[in-house]
């Protein structure tokens, strides 16, 4: 404070003193000649005539005159001059410290001694809104007041970006500081992350791109981790976030003097607790293994990458059709339920080589397909967000009672839309038989006309992609007849997992994996599944979860017995019960079931037929048949009590 009040003195009498000589050096000459002139005047002439008359008798009057005023002007001028200087001198040096002292407010320094310490409510910028240049140690003080009360500084600063635009720089100081003081506050906490919104012609006051780009790294990192509750996926976000916070810290270091000092001690406070932080999640880790597995949902790449397995066959067909067909193919992905079409729904991005959008949509869910102009409406919706086109609610497109003109107009704004952006759009439809039972079943003849309409488009144009997920060929759902639209369709069957693909995904999940099974635990478990994803994933899950209950590594036979009769053959499991309860809800189809595994005689060739087409059973080479996966006999047994 004192270094910065005898620096504003100096400088505010170096300019005082440079502006008031200037103006008494102009005020005095201009009245030294005023007054000179008029005195030497007045006393040359009394001088003159005084001489005239002391020697007028003895030189004549003439002399005595011309004498008296060269005399008195010489007198004149020098005490004129003198006079006007020394008056002059005072007054300029009294209207340039004036000026100083009022225009730049300077009387505002008796803060510094009536209040030692300023505050945000006690300061001269609350009750003065003209003040032109910096008072000497306020900014110093009011951002070190900034750093310990971050929450007073807030109000302060949008109160001086309010009513105070000449103090847009001191804003601005007060702005890195006060987030500088969050930091200090919530260590290690996504609160204490805010990005500083630094007025952009302030460039010395601007932090780098990258050091905005890595803030919020950051901030995203550290929000992970605090969300997860996998102490195993938590210390893998927490790890990264750390990584992120060091090559802050290095991104720091080179921003400007002016302002990155604010962060010093916060960034330095952040880095220790890390430090601790991850100590004690790794310490916390340390016994388990982390369960990659995905036990009931469907895989995404953001959280299952590793455990998504196979699928180069689809991969390669979905390649070839749209690099081979002139127009654009319409797909159809079908398989049994729980056998990871969802998933490979969520990886299709991936997979696609290509400029392509997917908008993948769930038709189970009532928002995504309530009725026909709602799902039209929806697709419409989800559109524009994977564009980000910006649309006003009164914008805002709205299907008709007519679906097929709602089609038309729909349609053509998708095409029109993929060429602009330059993206073909794949509409991937989930789930797609709730769109037959709540929609179009309703009104079959609407239905009709508008899956010809979707027919006559998709082999017509190279811009919009239809595909369909389900259990059932289009050949299943009638009124309409989906099958008599689509002949054209190209079959994706989405099948179990190889066994190669099988034994991989249960002994090397991931790089790292160190949980053990003793041998022909993973060849059993492979035989029970036949590779049946969701099944495979739902009992390593629970192999993981037992080994990290017990803290132990090895796992056996008689281990896999107890997770399978307490984890797996239970009657609400989705795979096995959905296949009991859904696909052989009628009698006949449970009847051929029971033939099946009593090794009895099969009386429903028609239920056998549907069996055989959805691959639940397969038939032996010595003509018989049984379920393609003896964890399905398993479950059928123990729950059919007529078994």
């Not at 036990?295 to 979905?318: A, H, T, W």
Request: glycine share 8%.
């Amino acid at each position: 404070m004192a270094g910065g009040l005898a620096g504003g003195l100096a400088g505010g009498l170096t300019g005082g003193l440079t502006g008031g000589l200037a103006v008494g050096l102009a005020f005095g000459l201009a009245v030294g000649l005023a007054v000179g002139l008029a005195v030497g005047l007045a006393g040359g002439l009394a001088l003159g005539l005084a001489g005239g008359l002391a020697f007028g008798l003895a030189g004549g009057l003439a002399f005595g005159l011309a004498f008296g005023l060269a005399f008195g002007l010489a007198v004149g001028l020098a005490f004129g001059l003198a006079f006007g200087l020394a008056s002059g001198l005072a007054v300029g040096l009294s209207f340039g410290l004036a000026f100083y002292i009022f225009y730049f407010r300077l009387y505002h320094l008796y803060y510094l001694f009536r209040y030692p310490q300023l505050s945000f409510t006690h300061n001269p910028y609350i009750s003065d809104g003209v003040i032109g240049l910096p008072l000497p140690g306020h900014r110093r003080q009011l951002t070190q007041l900034a750093l310990k009360e971050p929450e007073q500084a807030k109000l302060f600063v949008e109160f001086l970006f309010d009513y105070r635009p000449l103090q847009r720089r001191l804003a601005n100081h007060l702005l890195h500081a006060k987030l500088a003081g969050f930091m200090q506050k919530q260590v290690l906490r996504v609160e204490g992350l805010n990005i500083p919104d630094i007025s952009e012609d302030l460039k010395r006051l601007l932090p780098s791109e990258e050091w905005y780009e890595q803030l919020q790294s950051m901030k995203t990192l550290l929000l992970q981790s605090e969300r997860e509750t996998n102490v195993h996926l938590r210390l893998a976000h927490f790890k990264s976030f750390n990584q992120a916070l060091q090559k802050f810290g290095d991104i720091h270091r080179s921003q400007n003097d002016l302002w990155k000092g604010y962060y010093t001690n916060a960034i330095q406070l952040w880095k220790e607790a890390a430090v601790q932080q991850l100590a004690q999640l790794e310490e916390a880790a340390a016994p388990y293994t982390r369960n990659p597995y995905q036990s009931g949902n469907p895989l995404n790449p953001g959280r299952n990458r590793e455990v998504f397995r196979g699928r180069e066959d689809l991969r390669r067909k979905l390649d070839m059709s749209l690099k081979n067909a002139e127009t654009l193919p319409l797909f159809l992905m079908h398989g049994q339920r729980r056998v990871g079409k969802s998933s490979l729904l969520y990886f299709l991005s991936e997979l696609l080589t290509g400029r392509f959008k997917v908008i993948q949509m769930d038709l189970q869910a009532t928002l995504e397909c309530p009725d026909v102009p709602g799902w039209l409406e929806r697709i419409r919706y989800r559109v524009d967000e994977a564009f980000e086109v910006a649309v006003k609610e009164a914008e805002q497109w709205h299907a008709s009672a007519d679906w097929a003109q709602s089609w038309n107009e729909l349609s053509a704004y998708l095409q029109a839309l993929s060429q602009k952006e330059n993206y073909r759009i794949v509409l991937a439809f989930d789930e797609y038989e709730s769109l037959h039972l709540r929609g179009l079943r309703k009104d079959v003849a609407q239905g009709s006309t508008l899956l010809a309409n979707m027919r006559s488009f998709s082999q017509h144009q190279r811009e919009v992609i239809f595909l369909f997920a389900g259990a059932h060929l289009f050949s299943e759902l009638s009124n309409p007849d989906w099958g008599n639209y689509f002949v054209q369709a190209i079959h994706l069957k989405v099948d179990y997992l190889s066994e190669e693909d099988s034994l991989d995904l249960i002994v090397h999940p991931y790089a790292g994996f160190d949980i053990y099974y003793a041998e022909g635990v993973p060849k059993k478990i492979y035989e029970l599944t036949q590779g049946h994803p969701a099944l495979l994933q739902a009992i390593c899950y629970e192999l993981v979860e037992l080994a990290n209950d017990e803290v132990r590594k090895e796992l056996g036979r008689a281990d896999l017995e107890k997770v399978l009769q307490e984890k797996i053959l239970f009657l609400g499991n989705a795979p096995l019960s959905v296949f009991w309860k859904q696909f052989c809800k009628k009698e006949a189809m449970k009847e051929t079931v029971r033939a099946i595994i009593l090794k009895q005689e099969i009386q429903d060739r028609k239920s056998l037929r549907k069996l055989l087409l959805h691959e639940f059973v397969i038939k032996n080479q010595d003509g018989s048949y049984q379920l393609r996966a003896p964890i399905f006999e398993q479950w059928v047994r123990k729950f059919d009590m007529e078994i």
